[in-house]
């Protein structure tokens, strides 16, 4: 399913056309510029040191926005942890990722207020966490209308060969679950390319589970962001799950502990070049006359600032104590853990009269 193609030509679709308008679409070419500058600053600051790995998005900004802005604020998202956009698209500024690959926290938003859980790092696992979730919510009786509630999850196509992901899509499915499964299939799991993991499109499986499956220009914000609020209203109303595969490409490595040019080839790469997400959006803007030499000054002068404020927070991010490790452990600390954090600090501070002392 395509809406705007990679020459930047609007096209139609007789199920999943969306009326948009000028506005809003700039408003989405805003959304991936920014998360793409972010994303370029989070690889350089790890390859200076700042951070210990960065897992970069290049090349899916449209998957991302697409899908995030289809959220509505009740709506719940459970991301693995690549999800930079849609956390961006949940109100999660930048800086507040930043510390989890820092090493200096576990992710600093509140999940219920954000709507957003935090990043999920174990492949696939974040799928039974929403399958779970969004039987509760239909359990709880928040689906059924316009008003109902609905839950998304993302996850690569390497994450497909993994079980939990078809546990998730069993127990979803069995229960009707107000579910949508966001598969950003980027073409290759770490090294290993598509065709390691199926021998039919990934959308094709849902038929397995009895629920309907989509596949989507992954790199067309528009296409996304109709296809994916059509999935969550379907999910919504009580109609059961949905799969959509979100044919797209990883631009960069699978990490920065990754180097994809030992085996991917470069033409490859470079006929994706074409199909740019946010290249798509601008030339369509500039053919349609929706927008002038000076949006697109404003929103690269914004890009800029953010990268800078990025970059200041980042460096300066304080170092936790070692007590940290006891914190948001339990809502209420029992006793048994008081007394650990208790006897550590004491193990600690021998430590330091020690040294103080000129011992060791």
């Known amino acids: 399913m395509q809406l705007l193609t ?14 948009i308008t000028a506005e809003e679409i700039r408003g989405l070419y805003r959304d991936m510029v920014l998360v793409r500058r972010a994303d370029r600053e989070g690889n350089a600051l790890q390859r200076q040191g700042q951070l210990g ?20 604020p009740t709506d719940m998202a459970f991301p693995s942890y690549r999800e930079h956009g849609v956390a961006w698209c949940r109100g999660i500024d930048p800086t507040e990722i930043m510390g989890m690959w820092r090493g200096t926290d576990h992710g600093s938003w509140d999940p219920q207020e954000k709507r957003f859980h935090p990043y999920t790092i174990v492949i696939g696992n974040q799928c039974l966490n929403a399958a779970g979730y969004a039987m509760g919510q239909k359990f709880e009786g928040k689906v059924g209308d316009d008003d109902g509630e609905a839950t998304i999850t993302f996850f690569g196509d390497g994450a497909t060969s993994q079980g939990d992901v078809h546990e998730a899509m069993v127990w979803g499915a069995v229960y009707d679950a107000p579910l949508v499964f966001y598969c950003q299939n980027n073409q290759w799991a770490i090294s290993e390319p598509l065709e390691r993991q199926t021998r039919v499109p990934l959308y094709q499986r849902a038929l397995g589970y009895g629920f309907r499956g989509i596949r989507v220009d992954g790199n067309d914000v528009l296409a996304t962001l109709a296809v994916t609020r059509w999935a969550l209203n379907e999910a919504r109303h009580g109609n059961g799950p949905v799969l959509i595969e979100a044919f797209t490409y990883r631009m960069d490595s699978h990490t920065t502990s990754d180097d994809a040019t030992r085996y991917r080839h470069s033409d490859e790469l470079e006929a994706w070049k074409l199909k740019d997400p946010i290249e798509r959006v601008r030339v369509y803007l500039v053919k349609q006359q929706l927008a002038d030499q000076d949006f697109f000054d404003g929103v690269q002068a914004e890009a800029d600032e953010m990268a800078a404020r990025l970059r200041e927070y980042t460096m300066n991010l304080p170092d936790p104590g070692p007590e940290r490790i006891f914190s948001n452990v339990y809502a209420e600390e029992p006793a048994t853990l008081r007394s650990q954090r208790e006897e550590y600090q004491a193990y600690l501070s021998g430590f330091a009269d020690n040294t103080a002392g000129g011992g060791h």
Do not use: K, N, S
């Open 53 to 72: 790995i960065w897992v970069p998005l290049l090349g899916q900004e449209a998957a991302q926005i697409g899908a995030g802005r289809a959220l509505r």
């Open 6 to 19: 990679p020459e930047g030509e609007r096209v139609h679709h007789p199920e999943f056309d969306i009326d």
